[in-house]
């Protein structure tokens, strides 16, 4: 029989796995300019994850793609500002595949231009953006059926594949806390040595004004 604190943490492991693993969804309208303003959609993505994005663009009656053209581009917010994809005139259903660089935030970019005038309305695309990264991003279905995997099989190499995820993002958040620990120390060393400077010129300078003092008042005999 299992005892009941090992189901109560079971359990908890599960939840946390449970809302780990929900992918990004969002839908939204976009409206088309001239001189577009980039809609960006941002996701937190560790190093080497995978990620699909899925974008189904529709243009709303009574507009068509005759006037306006959606480009899309997916970045991320590193140092090094990457720039995994980019594509033009996208519309209907597309499908994107990218292998992320850095632990950095991954933003999937629209923009929606304005070709060419249709009275006084402006054409408008309906984008109903799906972000799916690490083990959601994994065809699952289709594992199971080349390693002839049982349903129960298919969820725990699911789970197995999050767990993994939670693992590599606390060792990447736990070497992060490192470097910031060592950033402090060394800033608190830092400060330690200017003020440890500063008392030392400030004591020299009051033993230089004595002294300077001393001779000042010998010169006009008002010491001996």
């Known amino acids: 029989m299992i005892p009941p604190r090992s189901l109560g943490s079971t359990a908890a492991l ?3 796995l449970l809302f780990t693993t929900l992918a990004s969804a969002i839908k939204f309208d976009l409206p088309s300019n001239a001189h577009p303003h980039t809609k960006c959609i941002w996701n937190y993505a560790l190093s080497d994850s995978l990620v699909i994005v899925t974008a189904s663009v529709v243009a709303k009656e009574p507009f068509d793609f005759s006037h306006q053209r959606v480009d899309i581009e997916v970045v991320d917010g590193s140092q090094h500002n990457n720039v995994y994809l980019s594509k033009k005139a996208i519309k209907g259903e597309t499908r994107l595949a990218i292998n992320t660089h850095s632990h950095a935030d991954l933003g999937v970019c629209f923009k929606n231009t304005l070709t060419s005038k249709s009275g006084n309305q402006i054409p408008v695309v309906t984008i109903d953006l799906d972000v799916d990264i690490g083990a ?3 065809d699952y279905n289709a594992i199971a059926n080349q390693e002839s995997l049982s349903g129960l099989e298919t969820e725990m190499r ?15 958040l736990k070497k992060r806390e490192l470097r910031m620990a060592d950033t402090n120390l060394s800033t608190n060393m830092r400060v330690t040595n200017f003020a440890i400077l500063t008392l030392i010129a400030l004591i020299a ?20």
Request: net charge negative; charged share 25%; proline share 0%.
């Open 14 to 16: 599960l939840l946390v």
């Open 136 to 138: 959601d991003a994994v």
């Open 158 to 172: 699911k789970l197995e594949a999050v767990a993994n995820e939670i693992v590599n993002e606390m060792e990447y």
């Open 205 to 224: 300078l009051g033993v230089w004004q004595v002294f300077h003092l001393r001779g000042f008042f010998k010169r006009k005999y008002l010491i001996d």
